[in-house]
């Protein structure tokens, strides 16, 4: 859940692409005009990079780090999204929590391609009273995007077809997803002054289009929507927008959700882009084994 949490939000940011390329006028613009711009600009985006962190507050139900609370995620990456049937991603990240044990760190790398997801753990640092032990040789595992192991381990969620996107970006491209509840002051992101707003979600579409994404993706989770909206709506982001091109720089979003236990987790992230239509080249991980939880564990 911890991955699904964080590509929901990427995903949120991919297929609000869509949209003609228009200019501002000259002045100074409003903040929806601001807002507007950014969206036609990502309908542009086929690459960016990304940095970031994650915390969750509350014990994790991911089943390779089942037992920690309090998780900190840092990481960074970039990805290619030009094409749904070839997007990838790369990510480095590190994660740390603290479990009945004592304090966890691991550092893993993911790759993940249409077919496959590939990980492996870089480096580690585990309570010695831990009745197994994880290995640390560099080795890549492949997972099949599919998988119950994948959903289980990774977090995975399902991939939509390019007829399936472009029709989402046509219901996004003519709507307002988020709407400016107060403009901050002016802030410095990666060395570039950016408009700073507040921003709240349009209910109303959120859910048209929350709708409309899983008939298409023919999922059984269609009646979970309105309590969905309803969780969506109470979340806080802030957005900040480079004041030269108009690029989103920055997203900051604060909320919670509801585990496969039923828990609340409470969770913040943080997240800068940059590096936008720059060339990205993941390439996939050569002499890798199947993934074998056992094998993993060392046990």
């Known amino acids: 859940m911890v991955r699904k949490a964080f590509i929901f939000i990427l995903t949120i940011l991919v297929i609000t692409l869509g949209g ?12 929806d005009n601001v807002l507007a711009r950014m969206t036609h600009n990502l309908s542009e985006t086929e690459t960016f990079a990304f940095a970031g962190d994650f915390s969750l507050n509350g014990p994790t139900s991911v089943s390779l780090f089942s037992g920690l609370s309090n998780l900190e995620i840092d990481f960074f990456g970039e990805s290619n999204v030009s094409s749904v049937r070839n997007m990838q991603y790369g990510i480095e990240l590190t994660l740390s929590g603290t479990g009945d ?18 990980f492996r753990i870089k480096h580690l640092s585990l309570p010695l009273s831990l009745p197994f032990t994880l290995s640390t040789d560099q080795r890549w595992y492949k997972v099949g995007s599919n998988t ?61 289009i929350l709708y409309k994404w899983l ?3 023919d999922s059984d989770k269609v009646y979970e929507v309105p309590d969905w909206v309803e969780m969506l709506k109470t979340y806080d982001y802030e957005i900040f927008i480079n004041k030269h091109s108009f690029d989103l720089a920055q997203i900051k979003v604060s909320g919670w959700y509801l585990d496969a236990r039923n828990q609340r987790l409470e969770f913040t992230t943080n997240i800068i882009f940059d590096r936008f239509n720059n060339r990205v080249d993941i390439p996939r991980p050569s002499d890798v084994e199947d993934f074998n939880l056992r094998s993993l564990l060392g046990v």
């Open 215 to 217: 008939t298409i993706t």
């Open 101 to 118: 044990e004592g304090a966890t760190e691991v550092g893993m790398e993911l790759r993940n391609f249409p077919d496959s997801d590939f």
């Open 148 to 208: 119950p192991e994948s959903s289980d381990i990774l977090g995975g969620v399902n991939k939509l077809t390019n007829a399936e996107l472009k029709e989402l970006r046509g219901l996004i491209s003519e709507s307002k997803i988020f709407e400016v509840t107060e403009q901050l002051g002016d802030a410095t992101v990666n060395g570039s002054r950016t408009f700073h707003y507040k921003v709240g979600i349009d209910s109303l579409m959120v859910e048209e």
């Open 20 to 31: 003609c390329n228009w200019r501002l006028d000259v002045g100074s613009p409003n903040a």
